[in-house]
């Protein structure tokens, strides 16, 4: 089974220097720039799990690339996912009102109260459905296993933007 051509491997490896850069870039121009100054050290920690993951991906390629077969990059991908969705719900409520990092929506991003309860909520949905999404990984099938991967990442993350609603109706409601 071949997955693509070898020269594009020069484009996934570009991934990994895009994603650097603009991690350097996007609190300089984000316009609530002050706000990564409370976070700062879960944006770097974010951007080692986010660049390790590439890493990991383009390590997983090049071994797929000279040595067919050596593993199931459906599963491995998975797993790796799972790993990462974790770190991301375990930073989700130490994040700051931003523009860049987040569950960003009307009601979020225009009351501070709403943007930490969605992302405490949101915290713990991801860290689950990355625990679900690694568990799965090793006994489900590739096609089923891309299904519960997709339905999970809407589940927790639709959850948690819906609730932001909700809760932004909640406080905003004019008192009788």
């Given at each position: 089974?071949?997955?693509?051509?070898?020269?594009?491997?020069?484009?996934?490896?570009?991934?990994?220097?895009?994603?650097?850069?603009?991690?350097?870039?996007?609190?300089?121009?984000?316009?609530?720039?002050?706000?990564?100054?409370?976070?700062?050290?879960?944006?770097?920690?974010?951007?080692?799990?986010?660049?390790?993951?590439?890493?990991?991906?383009?390590?997983?390629?090049?071994?797929?690339?000279f040595?067919?077969?050596?593993?199931?990059?459906?599963?491995?991908?998975?797993a790796?996912?799972?790993?990462?969705?974790?770190?991301?719900?375990?930073?989700?409520?130490?994040?700051?009102?931003?523009?860049?990092?987040?569950?960003?929506?009307?009601?979020?991003?225009?009351?501070?109260?709403?943007?930490?309860?969605?992302?405490?909520?949101?915290?713990?949905?991801?860290?689950?459905?990355?625990?679900?999404?690694?568990?799965?990984?090793?006994?489900?099938?590739?096609?089923?296993?891309?299904?519960?991967?997709?339905?999970?990442?809407?589940?927790?993350?639709?959850?948690?933007?819906?609730?932001?609603?909700?809760?932004?109706?909640?406080?905003s409601?004019?008192?009788?």
């Open positions: 089974m071949e997955y693509g051509h070898r020269e594009q491997l020069w484009l996934f490896a570009g991934l990994s220097l895009f994603f650097g850069v603009l991690m350097r870039v996007v609190p300089k121009i984000d316009p609530r720039k002050s706000s990564y100054l409370r976070f700062q050290s879960y944006y770097d920690t974010f951007g080692i799990l986010l660049l390790t993951f590439l890493l990991l991906m383009m390590g997983a390629v090049l071994l797929e690339t040595f067919p077969r050596t593993l199931s990059m459906g599963h491995f991908t998975c790796l996912l799972g790993i990462l969705f974790m770190g991301i719900g375990n930073l989700m409520p130490k994040l700051k009102n931003n523009f860049f990092m987040g569950i960003k929506n009307p009601w979020t991003l225009s009351n501070e109260d709403v943007w930490n309860r969605t992302h405490r909520l949101g915290g713990i949905l991801m860290f689950f459905a990355g625990v679900f999404i690694l568990c799965a990984s090793f006994w489900m099938e590739e096609k089923s296993l891309f299904v519960f991967l997709i339905t999970t990442l809407i589940l927790g993350t639709g959850i948690p933007t819906c609730m932001s609603y909700i809760w932004y109706r909640q406080i409601k004019p008192k009788s």
